[in-house]
Each structure stands twice: as structure tokens, then as C-alpha cells.
């Protein structure tokens, strides 16, 4: 099973070898991740249910800025992905990839130093977005130093990853070496392109993109995360390490062929499906829709490929553990593949987006295709990596089932949920009047079901406790020192003899040549040759990946009608700048959009449909994608300044039944005011039209307005003394979302000038 002979039905070709060379392989290396891979899946799991249940205990933040909802979601979500399921992807990397190359990683080094690297960016995520750095941008938060960590962890992982391939001893890549290429050469583009921004602080940066062109730059980088850190790894890891489980071939080699290729070309066009009736171009969002439901197919055969791999081994299922955790890993697979092109046709993603739909899906995806597949490796690999017999097989049993029911528990109400909110937000009376005005009646009726999440997360995370044990008491049986068996296998020959071209198989039979020519290409021969040559294989990834990604990225920059201007939009004033600076800390498109759709209930919810130009100095823009809250994109002058400051302080002596958790905070910190200038010019770089005199005065020009507001506070009957602190920057910012669409086009330049622009929110006084 270590070649990818394993997996072909060409016939064996004879292959002059070097002499045989002695190695070992390094799984100490393997058993590092393999330990963080569960400490972190614990880490961010306990997270989880801890925001979950804030989502019904709004007080458990405690009235602390670092334990509240908005900057804790953030936590999770990279704690799942890049901690959990990044540290499973490369145990499975490192185990597989050297024996599957009959070759011990290039270097102990630089191995040592991905480890501790990725362990240490963690570590810093985990200290930095409980502080508020953030960038702001779904998936993609971390702070510009730690953004280009990554990028050299990821480096050194790929000079380690290639090398190893470069001294290999078997001839063909396997299939599982195949996604593993995919994974690392595109989620390299991803990250590097996404997180380009012009720094304004030690952690402070604007993304280089702004509005419609920043959000088509995140859903590009944000789907594609998933799909190739959540998606193509994990497969490679299911081609491994399942037939290993089930003692049987892969099914199909040609099946694995169309999944791949077909999974690495279409999946990279599929972002844009994320904005639909957004202010992204229709093109563009037609485009991801029609590649999303394409994607549907080779997601399937990817499906397919494993289950049917079980075939003769299905008797085993019932006592093997590590297979029923495969089997229902991969039929999870099969259904979020499934609803992820559902989700993308635009009539069903219109009651879909924004609402607990879209988390449930998220979730059957991260807990049970990423989550099961993940544990089925960890209990295949205990035993081997600790050269010790499984602690226990009735504990890894019980696991499987207190998971499954969690599983089901987390995402049954909240599919319901999610159909829930879509139709009381869209829902009209007789008259064409909204059924249910208020924001908070939705809430209400989703209580219930948020408790059920909690207990269904609480099962999943205490299954992963119950894998711990495992793991622990495991290892407690381990030798006093590991073995470490000598591996022997022959150096590849400098040269190679190509096999002759197969034949075609209907010779004989009264068909045209193109019928032939099919024939020999279908026996996949072609690919074989592919297989020998893995620097053509990667640029051919690399090909598919980046033409996929410039088709979409180019018209957007450069055909200026894909985002027309408008003349009354204007860049934000100082104290603006640093009450969106305030908003994203805070993490509040976690739980608020900042995008009206032109749909009827929308509409008549929350006003005019957002349109592209209202967003180009928005860097980043922070559209959101979930709507907890209402949306706020018309946010500015619907409410007086001191009602924030209510709002802020406790919601719930606005709205009785809120679950918005309290931000005291804003009314007791103050503002960095010397901070605005750096930031300024910092948006200058960006094309921001601030000229020197506006960021010479922007402090200036920021107490002024501040002082304005908080005047205006203390007029309304509210509490004063708050003209220094962050809550008036935010309400500055608040105040001025959606304005600019009905304000009178400037006059004349002088009076653009946004450090004496006219203050948002006189009208309040």
C-alpha cells in the first residue's frame, strides 16, 4: 500500500535501481503533532462551548474585553482550523509522505523548526485576538508579524515537504502525495496574496484591497482555506490511512485521478458564490455559483473513492473503531459537498446567508468530515507511533458514539435555526409588511435551540477528553526507548526507461481513431508519466489554481464599471478612522453584516440596497457573514448618540431580551489619539485621499469631533466625561455607516477635506 502500484491496473515495468541504501523514519516528528493535534482540538473545542454558551448567558464574558463573544469567535475558529486541523494534517504528512518515498524527511532541522514555529504562531494567535489584533477579515485575522511567520513556517515545511520527494526512493507519487502537493503550493498563494496590507503599527495593518475588491480577495482566500486546508490534505490523509485501516486498495486510480484534477481546477473559482446579492459584480457571483455546483461532482467521487475502498472489509466496521469513525467522516464529507452547491444557487443561498444554516453547515463539515476522519488517524497511529497496544478499544469505541450523538445534537437545531431566521427575516404580512419587525423576536424563538448546541458541543468536546485518556494511558505503556527499524530500498536510477505507449484496447472493433485515441488516453498512462516527474506536477497544480484565481481577480481591478464611484462617498474622518479601528478590535462583524441585499424584507428592514462605491475606502471591508445582530450598513443616524452609549454599556436596557453581551470597557478606556496620524498615512498608502494638512490635524480634528459627540451625549441626557474615550470613536463611526449614499456631492475639493468635514450626528443634538 506504500505505492501508488497499490492503486494501478498498468502493468509492472521492469526499472534498473541504485544499489540499496539503510534509513529510518522519523516519527518522532509525527508523535509531536499528533500530541498537539488533540491538546489544540481540546483548546479550541472548550472555546467553542464557551461561546456558545454566551450566546444564551450573555453575561459569561464576565464584562471583560478578552472573554467576550466578538473576540473569542475569532479564537475558535483559527484554534480548529489551523491548530487542530493543522496539526493533524501534518502528522499525516510526515508519517505517510516518508513512506510513501521510502525516504526519511529531507531534514530532522527543518522539521523541528515547522513544529515549534507553527506551535509558536499559535501561541501568538491565541494572545493576540483575545487582545483585539485583528485584521478583521474572516479566517484571516492573525496581525501582519504573524502573517509573515506563517509564511515562513510554511516555507520551511515546503522545503521539507519537496525535499524529502526530491530524494525519494520510489519512482511514482501516490495519490495521497498528490493532495498533499496541492495543499501546500496553493495554500502558499492564498495566504500571501490575502494577507497583503500596509502595516500602521507594531500590530496594527490595512489590507492592501478595500470594499467589493477586499471582500472578492477574502472569499477567494476564505473558501479556498477550506478547501485546501480543510478539504484536499484531509483527502490525501484518507488515501492513506484508510485502506490502511481496511487492509484493501484504494477503488479506483482512474476515479482518483478525475477527483483530483477536477477538485484542484474548479474549487479555486467557487468564492464568489459566499457574496451573493452582494455589491459584487453579478458576473462574478454567477461564476462561483455555476463552479460551485460543478464542484459537486468530483466531490463526490472523492466520496465514492473511499467508501467503496471498504468493500469486502463493511463485517469490520462493527468492531473497528478507527472504521466507523472513517465511514462517518467520509459520509459527512458527502454531505457537506452536497449542500455546499446547494447553498451556492442564488435562490436558496438568499434564505441561506447570514443565518445559523450556514454555521450548522460549517460545522458537519469541521466536526464530522474533519473532525472523524482526524480521530480515525489518531487512534490508527497510537499504537505505531508509541509501540504500544491501544489502551482501550471499548473507551475509543465510546468516544465514537458520545461524538456521533454530539454531532447530531450540535447540527440539527441549528440547520433548524438557520431556516428559522431565513424565513421570519423574509416573512411579509397581508399588507407587504414585515411579519417580524423586530430583530429580537428571531432571537427569541432560536433560545431553545441554542441550548441544544451547547449540550451537543459539550458531548463532541468531552469525546475528545475521552480521546486524551487514550492517548495518555497509551503512552504511559510505551518502551523505554522506541525502535526504530532500519528501512532498506534501493536508490532510484539516474535514468529511467519510459514504458512503450499502451495499446488501444479496441483494436479490431469497427470504431474511429478518436475512438481509439480515448481508449489510450482513458488507461491514464499520461498521468503515470506525471507521477515520475513531481516538479511538472506541481506546476501543473500551480497552473490550475492561478489561472483559476486571475480570471476572477483581473476584471475586478482593473474594468473600473465593476465598482462605479460615487460622488458624495468620502473618506472617514479621523476619529472615524479610529472608530473602525475600535469595531473590528472588537470583533463585531462576528456578529453584525454591513450589506443590505436588494431583497423586498431587506429592504424594508433596514433601507436602500448597498451599492460598490460606498465601499472603497473600507479597508477592510467588513461586509460580515453572519447576522446575530441587525445589519448595520444603514446604521448612521437612525438612533442618537447617548442610545449607544446605553447600548453599549448594558444592551438589555435597550432591548430587554438581547443577547449582545455588554462592552463597559468602551466607556472606561481611552482613545489613542496620537495613534490617527500613523494610521492616516497608512490609508494614504492604500490611495485614501488624505493630504498632509488632514493628517497633520487629524488629532486635532478628532478631539474636536469627539468633543462634539460627547457634547451632544450630555444634551440627550447621557453620561458625560466620555469625550477621550473609545465608545464616542465608535459611535462616530456608527454614525456615519450609510450616510454618505444620500449625502449632496461635494461642492468643491476644499470641503473633502475629511479632517474638517462636517461632524455625522448633529442632527442628534
Not at 365 to 390: C, D, H, K, N, S
Amino acid at each position: 500500500m506504500e505505492s501508488s502500484k497499490a492503486t494501478t491496473a498498468a502493468p509492472a515495468v521492469h526499472e534498473e535501481r541504485g544499489h540499496i541504501e539503510e534509513f529510518v523514519y522519523d516519527d518522532a516528528i509525527s508523535r509531536a503533532f499528533l500530541l498537539m493535534t488533540l491538546v489544540w482540538g481540546v483548546v479550541g473545542m472548550l472555546v467553542g462551548v464557551l461561546i456558545a454558551t454566551q450566546m444564551v448567558v450573555p453575561g459569561l464574558n464576565l464584562g471583560l474585553p478578552f472573554t467576550s463573544f466578538g473576540r473569542l469567535r475569532p479564537l475558535h475558529t483559527n484554534a480548529v482550523i489551523f491548530a487542530f486541523a493543522g496539526n493533524a494534517v501534518f502528522t499525516a504528512i510526515y508519517y505517510s509522505t516518508q513512506r510513501l518515498c521510502k525516504a526519511r524527511m529531507f531534514s530532522d532541522i527543518l522539521s523541528r523548526i515547522h513544529f515549534w514555529g507553527w506551535q509558536a504562531i499559535i501561541v501568538a494567535a491565541a494572545v493576540t485576538l483575545p487582545l483585539g489584533f485583528t485584521q478583521g477579515k474572516e479566517y484571516a485575522e492573525l496581525e501582519w508579524p504573524i502573517d509573515i511567520a506563517i509564511a515562513v513556517v510554511w516555507v520551511v515545511f515546503a522545503i521539507n515537504f519537496f525535499g524529502t520527494i526530491a530524494t525519494r526512493r520510489e519512482r511514482h507519487l501516490y495519490v495521497a502525495l498528490w493532495f498533499y502537493i496541492a495543499t501546500i503550493v496553493t495554500i502558499a498563494v492564498l495566504h500571501i496574496f490575502n494577507s497583503l496590507a500596509v502595516p500602521a503599527g507594531s500590530m496594527t495593518s490595512y489590507a492592501l484591497y478595500a470594499g467589493v475588491q477586499d471582500a472578492l480577495m477574502q472569499w477567494w482566500y476564505g473558501h479556498n482555506a477550506v478547501g485546501f486546508l480543510l478539504t484536499t490534505p484531509f483527502l490525501g490523509l484518507m488515501y492513506y490511512f484508510l485502506p490502511k485501516a481496511a487492509e484493501r486498495p484504494v477503488f479506483s486510480y482512474r476515479l482518483s485521478i478525475v477527483h483530483f484534477w477536477s477538485l484542484v481546477f474548479i474549487y479555486v473559482w467557487a468564492g464568489p458564490h459566499h457574496l451573493h446579492y452582494s455589491a459584487v459584480p453579478e458576473w462574478a457571483s454567477t461564476l462561483g455559483m455555476i463552479f460551485s455546483v460543478m464542484l459537486w461532482m468530483p466531490s463526490w467521487g472523492g466520496m465514492i473513492n473511499g467508501l467503496l475502498t471498504l468493500r469486502g472489509a463493511w463485517n469490520r466496521v462493527a468492531t473497528d473503531p478507527v472504521l466507523k469513525f472513517f465511514v462517518v467522516g467520509i459520509t459527512f464529507y458527502g454531505m457537506s459537498t452536497f449542500e455546499g452547491p446547494l447553498l451556492s444557487v442564488k435562490s436558496v443561498n438568499a434564505l441561506g446567508h447570514y443565518t445559523d444554516w450556514i454555521i450548522a453547515h460549517v460545522h458537519a463539515g469541521a466536526l464530522g468530515w474533519v473532525g472523524f476522519t482526524t480521530f480515525a488517524m489518531i487512534y490508527w497511529l497510537m499504537p505505531r507511533l508509541y509501540q504500544a497496544p491501544l489502551w482501550s478499544m471499548r473507551l475509543a469505541t465510546t468516544h465514537f458514539w458520545v461524538a456521533t450523538i454530539g454531532l447530531v445534537l450540535y447540527i440539527v437545531p441549528i440547520y433548524i435555526a438557520g431556516l428559522t431566521q431565513g424565513l421570519m427575516w423574509r416573512a411579509l404580512d397581508d399588507m407587504g409588511r414585515l411579519s417580524y419587525p423586530d430583530f429580537v423576536e428571531t432571537v427569541m424563538a432560536l433560545i431553545p435551540m441554542y441550548w441544544v448546541r451547547v449540550l451537543g458541543g459539550t458531548l463532541y468536546l468531552a469525546g475528545a477528553l475521552l480521546a486524551g485518556v487514550n492517548l495518555f494511558k497509551t503512552w504511559q505503556s510505551r518502551p523505554a526507548t522506541y525502535a526504530e527499524p532500519i528501512q532498506r530500498a534501493a536508490a532510484l536510477a539516474k535514468t529511467y526507461a519510459e514504458p512503450p505507449p499502451p495499446r488501444s484496447r479496441l483494436e479490431g472493433l469497427p470504431v474511429t481513431g478518436l475512438a481509439h485515441k480515448l481508449d489510450i488516453w482513458s488507461q491514464g498512462a499520461w498521468h503515470r508519466r506525471w507521477e515520475r516527474r513531481p516538479f511538472r506536477f506541481t506546476v501543473y497544480v500551480v497552473i490550475a489554481v492561478v489561472v483559476a484565481s486571475l480570471f476572477e481577480i483581473i476584471p475586478t481591478f482593473l474594468i473600473r464599471s465593476n465598482v462605479p464611484t460615487i460622488a458624495s462617498v468620502r473618506p472617514y474622518t479621523p476619529l472615524e478612522v479610529a472608530g473602525r479601528d475600535v469595531y473590528r478590535s472588537e470583533g463585531c462583524y462576528n456578529c453584525h453584516s454591513q450589506m443590505v441585499r436588494p431583497i423586498l424584507a431587506e429592504t424594508k428592514r433596514y433601507g436602500e440596497y448597498s451599492k460598490p462605491g460606498e465601499f472603497v475606502y473600507d479597508h477592510p471591508f467588513q461586509w460580515g457573514s453572519r447576522r446575530i445582530g441587525p445589519d448595520l450598513a444603514r446604521e448612521g443616524g437612525k438612533q442618537s448618540s447617548s442610545w449607544h452609549v446605553l447600548h453599549f454599556e448594558n444592551p438589555r436596557q435597550i432591548t430587554q431580551n438581547s443577547i449582545m453581551p455588554a462592552y463597559p470597557w468602551l466607556l472606561q478606556d481611552d482613545l489613542d489619539f496620537t495613534a490617527i496620524p500613523s494610521h492616516m498615512r497608512a490609508m494614504r498608502t492604500l490611495g485614501v485621499p488624505y493630504d498632509d494638512a488632514a493628517i497633520a490635524g487629524g488629532i486635532d480634528a478628532a478631539k474636536a469631533q469627539a468633543k462634539t459627540i460627547a457634547t451632544q451625549i450630555v444634551e440627550q441626557k447621557g453620561r458625560p466625561g466620555l469625550e477621550t474615550k473609545k465608545v464616542v470613536a465608535l459611535i462616530a463611526y456608527l454614525q456615519r455607516l450609510g450616510t454618505d449614499l444620500f449625502a449632496p456631492p461635494p461642492a468643491a475639493p476644499a470641503q473633502t477635506n475629511p479632517a474638517t468635514a462636517a461632524v455625522p450626528g448633529d442632527s442628534h443634538s
